[in-house]
């Protein structure tokens, strides 16, 4: 199986190929729009600041390539967000792929939300054989509006979508390659999609 870390300079690239190194996969990081478009299957990883971040999508034109993919593809984190159609963060428009904006926390609650959440409302393959409110690792500021998208569903605040899927494109909000068992076999249900 071919798959790709799409590589933008947006951090935290290293964990999630060491993840799929357990689980036998030799993930290659790439900004190569070919590489891309031939993989089995995409990650697209995310951390770091949304303005920022889609400068450099749009620099390489990953932010034209990324939404027509036809492989199964997983944002993670930023990545997730920078699916949706809008974040506040830096007001910046994003790849509409989900139909749904992201929010900042308010200043009501500790921001960034850092540590564990449950994860509940699970639909989709991508939680195969997970239970509802098993813990995952996250990280962030904002977050993502609950929709008809939202695969799972985490509470901070307000309950807010803490996974979206819309046709073969997946995200994540929590990092899977940071929660363990229960992180490791959401990644091997990706593997498996």
Known sequence: ????????????????????KRLGINAILSSNV?????????????VGEASSA???????????????LEQPVLGICLGMQLMCRFTEEGNTQGLHIFNTD????S???????IGWNSIQNLKSNLFQDIKENEYMYLVHSYYAENTKESI????YEKTYATALQKDN?????????????????????????
């Open 1 to 20: 199986m071919k798959l790709v870390i799409i590589d933008y300079g947006a951090g935290n690239i290293k964990s999630i190929q060491f993840a799929f």
């Open 34 to 46: 070919d590489e891309i478009q031939n993989a089995d299957k995409v990650i697209f990883p995310g």
């Open 54 to 68: 889609m400068k450099k999508l749009k620099e390489s034109r990953l932010d034209i390539v990324i939404p027509k």
């Open 102 to 105: 992201v929010k900042r926390f």
């Open 107 to 113: 200043n009501a609650v500790k921001v960034p939300q």
């Open 152 to 155: 799972a569903t985490s509470f």
């Open 169 to 193: 494109f997946y995200g994540v909000q929590f990092h899977p390659e940071k929660s363990g068992k229960v992180g490791e076999k959401i990644l091997q249900n990706f593997l498996e999609l």
